[in-house]
Nanobody, 124 residues
């Protein structure tokens, strides 16, 4: 069972920043698209950002474009989500996901592996 482990969530004031980290096994990291999704209370899980295995292709949702940056570091087998200018509507549980195909998807059902999630709370 492949594992993804997120960390870095917390409580921050609006306008602040957080960096989320997702650690993956080597087999997952080297060949998978890595993505971040989030789920707010009472809402469906929504796509945030993704990076192809080579990091040559990245996508962002319109709601975070220009504020969030996804990256991945091969030496630490980690993917990161740097979140700047956070807004109260960014409050959610953030999940890291991996898709071992070579495609890049923004749909949650295409991802095979998921982390346990990390809570991000933005106060106004």
């Amino acid at each position: 069972q492949e594992q993804l482990v997120e960390s870095g969530g917390g409580v921050v004031q609006a306008g602040g920043s957080l960096r989320l980290t997702c650690h993956a096994s080597r087999s997952v990291f080297d060949s998978s698209t890595l993505a971040w999704f989030r789920q707010a209370p009472g809402k469906d899980r929504e796509f945030v950002a993704c990076s192809s295995w080579s990091a040559s292709t990245v996508f962002y949702s319109d709601s975070v474009k220009g504020r969030f940056t996804i990256s991945r570091d091969k030496s630490s087998l980690a993917a990161y989500l740097l979140m700047n200018n956070l807004k109260p509507e960014d409050t959610a549980i953030y999940y890291c996901a991996a898709d071992p195909s070579l495609e890049v998807y923004t749909f949650a059902e295409e991802y095979d592996y998921w982390g346990q999630g990390t809570q991000v709370t933005v106060s106004s």
